[in-house]
């Protein structure tokens, strides 16, 4: 059994320029999805996936060269993970090299645990790979409270008699979260890579931060640096 890790790092990010390596808490943000999958033990290759120089560099620099860049032509705003993927998966065919399960990672996971993506692969292996697996964090509060703006400062309900119902009244939702996704290389050749069904990893709510405004960047600063005071205060001396 050979798995790959590929982080897609590309680039060209707009709403936080150089996201993927600005610096985290005091390190580039690629270093801590990096620091967990090393750290989890499961992977034959990590490869960072990047169209740029510069993303490049700072791999090297942490100790993981990319063995090739990224086509730029699949390193725009539009193209899918499935896409990237499958072409990565096809560069490594080339040099001889082939894998039975994949982890596409997210760069900007600092809140992500190694603990995490082991659970995750007992989870996919345990059900044979059947579907690709996707990390999923809790709603907060029902789906069905659900308010959409309709004008300035006016709300309409999207389902109006589920407002006066109660929280326990219904099942629970989650939504998909993001830092990292399972597959098997015949997902990847399917027309609808995720079909209709996934497997699921369920991620700590208060780890589950998607990093793509200033303040998304600013509230994962502050859960990352509370965790670590977690640990430090819960070390017995």
């Not at 993927?20 to 943000?29: A, E, Q, Y």
């Not at 069904?197 to 369920?202: A, F, G, P, W």
Request: contains cysteine.
């Amino acid at each position: 059994m050979k798995r790959i890790a590929i982080v897609t790092a590309r680039g060209g990010s707009k709403r936080i320029p150089k996201k993927n390596i600005k610096l985290f808490c005091g390190k580039p943000m690629l270093a801590y999805g990096l620091e967990a999958l090393l750290g989890s033990g499961l992977f034959d290759t990590i490869h960072v996936s990047t169209d740029s120089d510069e993303v490049a560099s700072v791999a090297a620099d942490l100790g993981f060269p990319p063995d090739f860049l990224r086509d730029p032509a699949l390193a725009d705003d539009y193209t899918g993970l499935a896409p990237v993927l499958d072409w990565v998966i096809d560069e490594y065919k080339k040099r001889g090299q082939f894998f039975d399960q994949i982890c596409c990672l997210m760069p900007n996971a600092p809140l992500l645990q190694s603990a995490d993506l082991v659970k995750a692969f007992r989870i996919f292996e345990e059900r044979n790979g059947a579907h690709p697996l996707v990390v999923f964090a809790r709603f907060p509060v029902p789906v069905e409270w659900s308010f959409r703006e309709v004008e300035p400062g006016v709300m309409s309900a999207d389902s109006p008699p589920s407002i006066l119902r109660r929280s326990q009244d219904f099942p629970h939702a989650y939504y998909e979260c993001g830092p990292f996704t399972l597959w098997k290389p015949e997902h990847l050749e399917s027309v609808n890579p995720l079909g209709d069904k996934v497997l699921s990893y369920i991620m700590p709510t208060e780890r589950a931060v998607d990093i793509d405004t200033p303040d998304d960047w600013e509230y994962a600063e502050n859960l990352y640096r509370l965790s670590c005071l977690k640990t430090v205060t819960s070390r017995k001396f």
